[in-house]
């Protein structure tokens, strides 16, 4: 079953697009929230608030039907396999 990555920046929409694609009966994910992300320190010294592998993990291989959305904008993100990106490059109107 087909899923979906939307990402980009803070505030280019991609709640309110998961929003949306909710209302049309898909599954949707919001990874911005402690459930699937946590904060980490870098080896720099400075923080990064990253998807929790193991939670992703099983979320991406217990989708058994449907499409599922996953919306974030995580540096560890390029790591998870998904079939196809959306990248929402300014705000929705």
Known sequence: MP????TGMSGT???T???KLAERGHRTV???????SHWVRLPD??????WREDAIKEL???HREGKLF???CKSNQGIF?????????ERLA
């Open 3 to 6: 899923t979906i990555l939307v």
């Open 13 to 15: 929409g991609k709640t």
């Open 17 to 19: 697009a998961l929003e």
């Open 30 to 36: 919001d990874t911005d929230s402690d459930e699937w």
């Open 45 to 50: 010294g400075s923080d990064d608030w990253v």
């Open 60 to 62: 991406l291989t217990g």
């Open 70 to 72: 996953v919306a974030g």
């Open 81 to 89: 396999y998904l079939d196809e990106v959306v990248r929402q490059l």
